[in-house]
């Protein structure tokens, strides 16, 4: 938990100038690689509740980060897509994430990398299973 607060707070403390609140940057995130999907799919994808989304992306469309549209007439459901000025904070985002990350694995050796990474995948799944029985007890 340590290391994640960690690297949480200099996530923050490196984009506090940018104008962007701490649930926005995993959405953009999200975002990148499923870009005009629906907004329940953004909440699960983030981990986020339904509720908490609906407030975010209200933020991030005043902003003109996103942008919500009625897709083939259906009106139950919005389809959320970037803008460009969403996909240059992006391009913001990555290079900040990328200085992070880098900090973080430093003396680590492309073997460590990716054994990392794949402990945390396995992890990642792990509790994405429990979860899933957790609520059907």
């Known amino acids: 938990m340590a290391d994640h607060f960690l690297v949480q707070k ?48 209200k933020g991030m469309e005043t902003k003109g980060y996103i942008e919500r549209k009625m897709l083939n ?13 969403g996909k240059e904070y992006i391009d913001y985002l990555n290079r900040k994430f990328k200085k992070i990350e880098n900090a973080a694995l430093k003396n680590f050796n492309e073997d460590e990398k990716q054994k990392f990474n ?19 007890q």
């Open 118 to 136: 794949d402990l945390l995948m396995r992890v990642y799944e792990n509790m994405l299973e429990y979860d899933k029985e957790e609520k059907q």
């Open 10 to 57: 200099a996530l923050l403390a490196s984009i506090k100038d940018s104008g962007l609140t701490p649930g926005q940057p995993k959405i953009l995130d999200y975002l990148q690689n499923h870009n005009g999907c629906v907004q329940k799919d953004i909440a699960k994808g983030c981990h986020i509740e339904p509720a908490s989304i609906t407030v975010i992306l």
């Open 73 to 85: 007439g259906d009106r139950r459901s919005l389809y959320v897509f970037l803008t460009d000025k």
